[in-house]
Structures are given as C-alpha cells and as structure tokens.
C-alpha cells in the first residue's frame, strides 16, 4: 500500500475488514472519532469492486466484548486512519491511483486527534491495541495470499 499501487480490488478488501471492525467500535466512541459510515461510502464507491470479507476481522470483531479491548482497538485503527490512512493516499495520488479514502477525513480533526491522546495515556488497553495491530497484519497477509 505505501507504494500506492493498490488495485482497487485489495483497497476494497482493505476497507472491508476495517468496516468489520468500526461497526463493532463505533458505538462506544464519540461521534468525533466514529468511521463506520465513512468507510460504508468508500466501498461504495468502489462498487461494481466486492470486497472479500477478512475471517480475522470477522474474528477480531466479534471477540471485542471488553472495554479496554474496544478502545485499544479504537486507538491503533483511528491512528491508522489519521497518520497511516494519510501516507498511503498521498502514495497513491503520487502514483496516480485515485481511489476512495473519505475514512482518513475527520469533520473535527480536533476532537479526534484529543481523544487519540487522551487513549495514549491510558495503559489499560496497551494489549488491545496489539491484539489490533496483530489482527490487521493477519488481514494484509490474507489479501496479500489472494494475489
């Protein structure tokens, strides 16, 4: 992805699994930070493209039940989304891969990035947002092995 040569087809896929997982977070976080709709627009607007459904966010997602995991998890996707998310579409429109990513667009960009630290600050979902990051690595290799 940081290449920004990422067919339409992985995006999709990309999008889908954090999809999964935002639908699961999004109600325990505060309006400010809540991606699910965002990420619903992107991969529609990548339609007649069908994202294939990731069996580790589907996993991931349904093992959120705790408090300390929800919001480990909302700190490593929303720092994906707001530092990550930005870098690969800066490599994308450098590569001329124009391709939909309302989901690292904040309306109060403020609030979000207050929330995120405040989250830094609080150690209690250190192994949340591993168990996070363990899962969207576990997602890249399934799109990297449909290649």
């Not at 505060?30 to 699910?36: E, K, Y």
């Not at 480990?72 to 391709?99: C, F, S």
Request: with cysteine.
């Amino acid at each position: 992805m940081s290449s920004g040569t990422t067919k339409p087809k992985e995006w999709a896929d990309w999008l889908h699994a954090h999809w999964t997982i935002q639908k699961v977070l999004d109600p325990h976080l505060p309006f400010c930070v809540r991606r699910s709709n965002a990420l619903a627009l992107d991969l529609s607007a990548l339609l007649p493209v069908r994202a294939t459904p990731s069996p580790s966010a589907v996993d991931f997602a349904a093992g959120l039940t705790s408090i300390k995991d929800i919001l480990g998890a909302a700190y490593l996707t929303i720092g994906a989304h707001r530092r990550g998310g930005r870098v690969i579409e800066k490599a994308m429109l450098a590569a001329g891969n124009l391709l939909p990513s309302r989901h690292i667009v904040f309306d109060d960009p403020k609030s979000a990035e207050l929330f995120v630290k405040h989250l830094r600050d609080v150690p209690e979902i250190a192994s949340g947002a591993r168990k996070a990051f363990s899962t969207l690595i576990a997602v890249m290799d399934e799109i990297e092995d449909r290649r």
